[in-house]
């Protein structure tokens, strides 16, 4: 008799590690790579914002700007901003006039003639305001807004 509650209890301890589970180290060291992973890329943004990379718009525009430059901007925010910036470029006033209303856009250009970024802008803006350039200003024309009648 002893020797069958012998076998049974060694046959129970058998039984008992296949019951355990077991780690798997696979799952473990993909989650620590993930974890890692994460970290890097906070501190990197952590880096670009303190570096203003990414809060700030980023513009490069050169002292003098004529028509037929090539120009790179990037540009994600208000028009008239941009406008105060095309204006300081070209030794022109920057004009605004009507009712003044929210006008952004988006700009990604490179070595993009000036007159062409204008047209792109202008196509953005639509009918909610109007460019008006001339020899001494740059005019930002809020159009007043359409009703359904």
């Keep these: 008799m002893s020797k069958k509650i012998l076998l049974c209890v060694g046959f129970a301890a058998l039984?008992?590690?296949c019951a355990t589970t077991q780690k798997n180290t696979d799952q473990v060291n993909i989650?620590?790579?993930?974890?890692?992973?994460?970290?890097?890329?906070?501190?990197?943004?952590?880096?670009?914002?303190?570096?203003s990379a990414l809060?700030?718009?980023?513009?490069?525009?050169?002292y003098w700007i004529d028509g037929d430059q090539p120009v790179t901007v990037t540009w994600y925010g208000d028009a008239q901003e941009l406008f105060t910036s095309f204006a300081k470029?070209?030794?022109?006033?920057?004009?605004?006039?009507g009712v003044k209303q929210?006008?952004?856009?988006?700009?990604?250009v490179r070595d993009t003639k000036y007159s062409t970024?204008?047209?792109?802008l202008q196509s953005q803006l639509g009918y909610?305001?109007?460019?008006i350039e001339d020899e001494?200003?740059?005019?930002?024309q809020y159009n007043p807004p359409k009703t359904n009648s």
């Design 15 to 17: 039984l008992q590690g």
């Design 89 to 97: 470029a070209r030794n022109k006033q920057f004009v605004e006039t």
């Design 136 to 140: 001494t200003t740059i005019k930002l």
């Design 31 to 51: 989650d620590q790579e993930i974890l890692n992973a994460t970290h890097k890329i906070m501190r990197a943004q952590a880096t670009l914002y303190n570096a």
């Design 55 to 62: 809060n700030n718009a980023r513009m490069t525009l050169p």
């Design 128 to 131: 909610r305001a109007t460019i």
């Design 102 to 108: 929210p006008l952004p856009v988006a700009l990604d």
């Design 117 to 120: 970024i204008i047209t792109l």
